[in-house]
């Protein structure tokens, strides 16, 4: 296994990369796997679990109110565990501890026999993975230099969704082997099949994580001596209050960030739903998600490259630009192929919005505490994620009682897709706070702390 990633590393494609640089790229490849999951099958199974026992209306809003309740509290315990993690040797061991238990509750959630069993377990697997992409993040300052961040924050995202789709196919194939599938090749019992989606997922997750335990060294980092929890949120305060009061760029930033990755991540989460509820065939919807991994990877290699080219900024107002259409176009959703055309218009952005914000956020803040950072930059994060799956739950209950249907100008819209077609109003108000964002200089006092 140890030469396979050193003959990767030194292949054509990867050769420009450093071993830490490759080595960081490839967590992406391997947690992105668990996000193909969790946006396209666990949805189904919960689905499936809970059929017969609660309402699909009240699945939906359930699964929109489980991420939610998965993002306040990663949100909560983020900032945290980023100032713990920015002492000395300190972020490699809360990373590999992120990663095991979001590892073991993956197989376990396997094992799960109820809706509610599931979804609690599924909430724990949940909050381990979107923690260790806390400290995996604030590892880019110390595996890369400014100058390629971009590049290479790019790169971990496109191949995470090209990676991807290793795993998830074995996964796909298992499901579609099941009853469930509906597709009359009833080899394996449902509960093999998610078995077999669940543990594969884990093991490659686990495998692909082996480099960056081994080349991850910890170059930027905070010289305090470790404290009490006290002295931990104490630390946590000040930073919010110097970003508040000093460093409006980093403020408005996180704003905008805030607002436009409200609609990412509601969609990545919620995509699933959006035609389960129109009673789209299953397996259409996750083959097509399957393919806009393959979208997605060639779109954020197109990124990479024009991030050398063009302004950061501009690239991802491109990308906010491209959502909101996406979100606007879910309101005439009916079909397969619209499902397929929504899917793809994803694709195209979804990848390089989230790195290049990633990668800028990075530039602007200083490298000795960027685990804090980007502690402070996941609450803004899993936040928004609340807010959008938060904004489906309400108006599923509302469509609940109006019989699941709005009336707006005279044309009628299902509530789901009303659901995804308001998240546009989140990705307008970002454009905005970003482009404010953009025209303020970075503060002094800043520019001292990341020399």
Same mark, same amino acid.
Not at 358 to 387: H, Q, T, V
């Given at each position: ?54 309402? &699909? *209306?009240?699945? /939906?809003?359930?699964?929109?109110? +489980?991420? @939610?309740i ?6 909560? $315990? =983020? ?38 069993l ?22 880019? &300052? *110390?595996?890369t /230099?400014?100058?390629?961040?971009? +590049?290479? @924050? ?7 969704? $090209? =990676? ?29 099949g998610?078995?077999?989606g ?5 093991v ?60 990412v ?11 389960t ?47 909101a ?47 804090e ?44 897709n ?34």
């Amino acid at each position: 296994m140890k030469s396979l990633f050193k003959k990767l590393n030194e292949s054509k494609t990867f050769k420009d990369l450093t071993p830490q640089e490759f080595s960081w790229v490839l967590y992406d490849v391997g947690n992105s796997a668990f996000t193909m999951l969790g946006c396209s099958l666990i949805p189904i199974w919960f689905k499936q679990l809970a059929a017969g026992q609660i309402s &699909n *209306d009240n699945a /939906t809003a359930y699964w929109a109110l +489980a991420t @939610s309740i998965v993002t306040v509290i990663v949100a909560l $315990i =983020g900032p945290a565990c980023g100032v713990i993690a920015d002492h000395k040797d300190r972020k490699k061991v809360v990373f590999q501890t992120a990663c095991a238990i979001g590892v073991g509750g993956c197989i376990i959630n396997g094992f799960a026999s109820s809706w509610l069993l599931f979804l609690i377990i599924y909430i724990f697997a949940k909050v381990a993975y979107q923690a260790s992409l806390t400290f995996y993040d604030s590892m880019l &300052n *110390d595996v890369t /230099t400014d100058e390629r961040s971009d +590049a290479v @924050s790019s790169y971990g995202y496109a191949w995470g969704y $090209i =990676g991807s789709c290793i795993p998830f196919t074995i996964a796909l194939v298992a499901y579609i082997l099941t009853p469930g599938a509906g597709m009359g090749f009833e080899v394996l019992s449902d509960f093999v099949g998610r078995f077999i989606g669940f543990t594969i997922t884990a093991v490659w997750w686990a495998i692909v994580t082996l480099p960056l335990l081994k080349y991850y060294k910890q170059i930027n980092y905070n010289e305090d001596e470790k404290g009490a929890i006290g002295k931990v949120f104490a630390q946590i305060g000040r930073s919010l209050k110097r970003i508040a009061t000093s460093d409006k760029k980093v403020l408005f930033f996180l704003i905008a960030f805030f607002l436009y990755i409200d609609g990412v991540g509601t969609i990545i989460d919620n995509c699933i739903n959006l035609g389960t509820d129109l009673g789209l065939n299953t397996v259409g919807q996750v083959v097509f998600l399957l393919l806009t991994q393959v979208v997605a990877f060639a779109g954020s290699l197109v990124f990479a490259k024009l991030s050398k080219k063009y302004d950061t900024v501009t690239l991802v107002l491109v990308c906010i630009v491209g959502y909101a259409v996406v979100c606007l176009y879910a309101l005439t959703l009916q079909y397969l192929w619209q499902f397929a055309v929504m899917a793809f218009g994803v694709g195209c952005f979804q990848g390089s919005i989230q790195s290049l914000s990633r990668s800028y956020y990075a530039k602007i803040i200083p490298d000795e505490n960027s685990g804090e950072y980007f502690g402070i930059y996941d609450i803004f994060a899993k936040g928004a994620s609340f807010l959008g799956s938060f904004v489906i739950y309400v108006v599923k209950k509302v469509g609940i009682a109006t019989g699941g249907v709005f009336t707006v100008f005279g044309f009628e819209i299902r509530s789901i897709n009303m659901a995804i077609g308001l998240l546009a109003l989140f990705f307008i108000l970002g454009y905005v706070f970003l482009k404010i964002a953009d025209k303020i200089p970075q503060s002094e006092e800043s520019k001292k702390d990341i020399q």
